[in-house]
């Protein structure tokens, strides 16, 4: 009992820690030295950014032992998802052929789709990992709450279209000027 508990905490940070190491080894082979302020960016804004949207009220993780260690309200797991997203999304662009600006920008079309499309509905709909909370007065508060028709409010996919465009342009600004 004890062990299959202690294992189920840290199914998820294994899983994607494995993931995130997959794809940076990839990463490494094709971009050496520069994916690593790449992987920092991600990590730094993933724990930073997590903690401060839900700090606000936007959403919770929930405290199953399924979501495991937490670094103050964010599981841990959170950061390496983030990782392989940003990642595995510019690494499926080039592999489309893409370069350059292209593969950065369908980076983060193919992410905010995955996002909609699979992470939203399982891991906090079907899994219960975290709960959405209307906020009034919250970030997008521009958006009228008849659009709210998805698992999160339309920001989230906002920010996984964004995001992932701005931290793969960096690495391609870092393979430009250096």
């Known amino acids: 009992m004890f062990m299959s508990l202690r294992l189920r905490n840290f199914a998820l940070l294994v899983v994607f820690v494995v993931l995130a190491v997959l794809t940076s080894t990839i990463m490494w082979d094709l971009f050496n030295w520069r994916m690593l302020p790449h992987i920092l960016l991600v990590i730094s804004v993933a724990v930073i950014g997590e903690n401060l949207v839900s700090s606000q009220g936007y959403y919770h993780y929930t405290r199953q032992e399924t979501n495991g260690p937490f670094v103050r309200s964010v599981p841990l797991w959170i ?83 964004v995001f992932p465009i701005l931290a793969n342009c960096f690495l391609v600004s870092l393979m430009i000027f250096f």
């Open 79 to 161: 950061m390496f998802l983030w990782v392989f997203c940003v990642q595995t999304g510019f690494l499926v662009s080039l592999n489309l052929g893409l370069g350059g600006i292209s593969a950065c920008l369908m980076s983060g079309i193919l992410i905010s789709i995955a996002d909609l499309l699979l992470i939203e509905p399982f891991m906090s709909r079907t899994m219960e990992l975290w709960r959405w909370t209307p906020v009034v007065n919250g970030y997008f508060r521009i958006v009228p709450s008849k659009v709210h028709r998805f698992t999160a409010p339309p920001g989230n996919y906002v920010t996984w279209f």
